[in-house]
């Protein structure tokens, strides 16, 4: 059996993946304009659709808004415009860090940048992901995880955590330890990451209010954060007690829950450490890939593209 370098991977992907956008900026400039103006181009200061072609700006096509007389180009408005760095060169990075949880510090070498700078076109890139929407139809699985997220690479106003202690009990936002809830939608087979202040009532009744029908069936641990949700007629909760050692009964269960939030972990564990008011940017990254995990090179990469537009 022969084993392969992470750079060995990302070279093959780049080879064989989304063909040869990797290796032409034309290239990943046709792609670019393939999906920002599939709909058609319009002007991104005043949206209309009264626009010609005006030349070009390097690789990419320039054009000219009739009503505001204005000019742009193919990625004017978008996360990749004001740019020095290759196009093709971000484009590697956004799928080398969703298809293969590639490392920063990996990337860097890749694309030959600073790390400086590849950490801030990578949270921009998390930062354009819009957030999930939660439209539940039910049967709903629900269970929280905890993540450690600090402060990460700030000054701070109090020493450290110690990583050789940990405190008993769940944890906090103010504690460094934010909790995560991963819900899963029988009816859509849609599953959902959301970091959260705190594991409590108000919190879980915010996650399960976008419902399309009532009462909603609901499958949850022995967690006393869900035993509100057997008052009332809108929810239908049934459970397991794992201290117990009760883990499925028939249809209920949170197995499902526990196996995605284990992928979330690997997800961050690359990273080392994400700081918590960067969670949210990370998670939806991370939805994105669950998106985009079983199609091919250039589809996924296209559909990460306009995940971001």
């Not at 284990?262 to 690359?270: D, E, H, I």
Request: positive net charge; contains cysteine; hydrophobic residues 30%.
């Amino acid at each position: 059996m022969t084993h392969t370098s992470g750079r060995e991977r990302l070279y093959t992907a780049s080879k064989h993946g989304p063909l040869d956008v990797f290796g032409s900026e034309s290239v990943a400039a046709d792609l670019l304009q393939q999906v920002r103006w599939r709909d058609g181009v319009s002007c991104p200061r005043c949206r209309s659709d009264r626009t010609v072609r005006n030349g070009s700006y390097g690789h990419f096509q320039r054009y000219l808004c009739k009503d505001c007389g204005r000019t742009f180009n193919d990625k004017t408005g978008t996360i990749f415009a004001h740019s020095k760095i290759a196009l093709r060169k971000w484009l590697f990075s956004i799928y080398a860090f969703l298809r293969f949880n590639t490392s920063l510090r990996q990337l860097q070498c890749e694309i030959e940048v600073t790390y400086k700078t590849i950490h801030r076109r990578v949270e921009r890139f998390a930062e354009a992901l819009d957030a999930p929407s939660l439209d539940l139809r039910g049967p709903v699985k629900i269970d929280e995880f905890y993540v450690s997220a600090g402060l990460k690479g700030r000054e701070r106003d109090r020493w450290s955590r110690s990583r050789g202690l940990s405190r008993r009990g769940r944890g906090r936002y103010d504690q460094d330890k934010p909790p995560v809830f991963v819900l899963v939608d029988r009816g859509t087979e849609q599953r959902y990451v959301v970091p959260a202040k705190s594991a409590d009532e108000s919190t879980i009744r915010l996650l399960l209010a976008d419902r399309q029908q009532e009462p909603l069936t609901v499958y949850t641990d022995g967690f006393c954060a869900y035993d509100p949700l057997d008052e009332g007629e809108q929810f239908d909760r049934e459970y397991v007690v794992h201290r117990d050692g009760e883990y499925a009964n028939d249809t209920v269960h949170v197995n499902t829950c526990e196996s995605h939030a284990s992928l979330a972990r690997r997800w961050l564990s690359p990273h080392r450490g994400i700081s918590k008011d960067r969670l949210t940017q990370y998670l939806r990254a991370f939805q994105l890939r669950r998106e985009l995990y079983r199609k091919p090179g250039r589809k996924a990469l296209k559909h990460a593209v306009k995940a971001t537009l």
